[in-house]
């Protein structure tokens, strides 16, 4: 039974440039919620998706945003990037319904030069 | 989403037990505990969560004091493959609608 999927691993961009990052949610899982991690912080929330729509945001900038497919895999796309998103982006997984026990990938690390 | 208070860092010796409290002064009747820890370079990992009864699993303990305003994830006896940074959280449970709002956590440090 796969874990949650995070792609690319590793990515490095430029200041002002788009980034378009991957996630597939474990397997029977039907929400994911995305996270940003800067170093040495706890994870902060951007937001949830389920049934293919937005449900809760946290404090990011409209330049985050994101999407939901039929399948539950979910993009985070960030555009104008600022030096200040490099950090280790993380996508996590729930049962809609459940405890909201998290499953989380290993994260997608973002540099932006 | 109630706040939570932890401390920044603790230390325990291998074998021994390791006790981590988180201070959740401000929980809501409908909010449980959760407990996740992160290694380094990897993702948070779902550790234990509890309403107002104590719980346990294979991983680790959790006590919830009678007031719910406070509680302590215990690692029986841990080992080095326990140093990781361990959140506590609380939030809405039994719905998608509670979102998960993690602070700094403790770091635990496991010594030989």
């Known amino acids: 039974d796969a874990g949650v999927t995070q792609s690319p691993t590793h990515l490095i961009k430029t200041r002002g440039q788009q980034v378009t990052l991957r996630c597939s949610p474990k397997?029977?899982?039907?929400?994911v919620s995305w996270y940003q991690q800067a170093l040495g912080q706890g994870p902060q929330f951007i937001f949830q998706?389920?049934?293919?729509?937005?449900?809760q945001r946290g404090n990011f900038p409209d330049r985050f945003s994101g999407h939901q497919f039929p399948n539950y895999s979910s993009e985070l796309n960030v555009n104008a990037l600022l030096l200040g998103d490099s950090a280790l982006y993380l996508c996590?997984?729930?049962?809609?319904?459940?405890?909201?026990?998290?499953?989380f990938g290993s994260g997608t690390q973002l540099s932006v030069l | 989403d109630a706040k939570t208070t932890q401390p920044p860092s603790m230390d325990c010796a291998e074998g021994r037990a390791a006790n981590l409290p988180c201070n959740h002064s401000?929980?809501?009747?409908?909010?449980?505990v959760y407990w996740y820890r992160q290694i380094h370079s990897q993702g948070p990992q779902y550790i234990i969560h509890?309403?107002?009864n104590n719980e346990t699993n294979e991983m680790a303990s959790l006590i919830i004091t009678e007031d719910r305003k406070s509680s302590t994830l215990i690692l029986p006896h841990a080992t080095l493959r326990d140093t990781a940074v361990y959140y506590c959280?609380?939030?809405?449970?039994?719905?998608?609608?509670?979102?998960?709002?993690f602070g700094d956590g403790t770091t635990l440090t496991v010594k030989p």
């Open positions: 996590a997984s729930s049962l809609g319904t459940g405890y909201g026990k998290l499953f």
């Open positions: 397997s029977g899982h039907d929400t």
């Open positions: 998706y389920y049934e293919e729509e937005e449900r």
């Open positions: 401000t929980i809501s009747g409908n909010e449980y």
């Open positions: 509890g309403l107002k």
């Open positions: 959280i609380v939030r809405v449970g039994n719905t998608n609608a509670g979102k998960s709002t």
